[in-house]
């Protein structure tokens, strides 16, 4: 095989760019993940560095045993109705009027097959959502 001009052109280009990416690789450090891990934990457990991210943040947040969900009246009642379908951030991250969470309810019964609980429960969890997620206070 007769070597080319292009050829030697191209091989080089080729491990230019190879390098090039190389050298864009060793940029990221793969340790900046257990950035933060608390004292004594074992450094070779990748997640333990997410674990305590989330505990803190739930700690700040609300009842780590129900979801993050902060503590009160209804809060119990309000867990075990919602987490059958969907995880707990999808309430808290809500801040709606008071309206809007009765229109949600309906929503909730009437397109997403919701089962009401009794009228008590029902507007124990309304109170506790429109208290803890409003736009109105
Ligand atoms: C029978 C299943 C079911 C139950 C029980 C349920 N949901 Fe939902 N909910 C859904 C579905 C499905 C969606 C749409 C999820 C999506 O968009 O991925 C949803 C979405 C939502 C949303 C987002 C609405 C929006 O504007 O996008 C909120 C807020 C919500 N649910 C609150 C609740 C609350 C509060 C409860 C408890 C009182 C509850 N859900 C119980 C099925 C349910």
Same mark, same amino acid.
């Given at each position: 095989?007769?070597?080319?001009?292009?050829?030697? &052109?191209?091989?080089?280009?080729?491990? &230019?760019?190879?390098?090039?990416?190389?050298?864009?690789?060793?940029?990221?450090?793969?340790?900046?993940?257990?950035?933060?891990?608390?004292?004594?934990?074992?450094?070779?457990?990748?997640?333990? &560095?997410?674990?305590?991210?989330?505990? =803190?943040?739930?700690?700040?947040?609300?009842?780590?045993?129900?979801?993050?969900?902060?503590?009160?009246?209804?809060?119990? +009642?309000?867990?075990?109705?919602?987490? &059958?379908?969907?995880?707990?951030?999808?309430?808290?991250?809500?801040?709606?009027?008071?309206?809007?969470?009765? +229109?949600?309810? =309906?929503?909730?019964?009437?397109?997403?097959?919701?089962?009401?609980?009794?009228?008590?429960?029902?507007?124990?969890?309304?109170?506790?959502?429109?208290?803890?997620?409003?736009? +109105?206070?």
């Amino acid at each position: 095989m007769r070597i080319t001009l292009t050829t030697v &052109a191209a091989t080089v280009a080729a491990l &230019a760019l190879g390098s090039g990416l190389a050298v864009a690789e060793t940029r990221l450090d793969p340790m900046a993940g257990l950035a933060g891990r608390p004292a004594g934990s074992d450094p070779l457990d990748p997640t333990t &560095a997410l674990r305590a991210r989330a505990g =803190t943040a739930e700690a700040a947040e609300g009842n780590e045993e129900l979801g993050g969900l902060p503590d009160g009246a209804g809060a119990e +009642e309000t867990y075990y109705q919602c987490v &059958a379908c969907h995880s707990t951030e999808i309430i808290k991250q809500q801040r709606v009027t008071d309206h809007r969470w009765d +229109e949600l309810w =309906t929503w909730m019964v009437e397109e997403q097959g919701m089962v009401e609980p009794d009228e008590e429960t029902k507007e124990i969890i309304l109170a506790y959502l429109k208290t803890n997620f409003s736009s +109105e206070r």
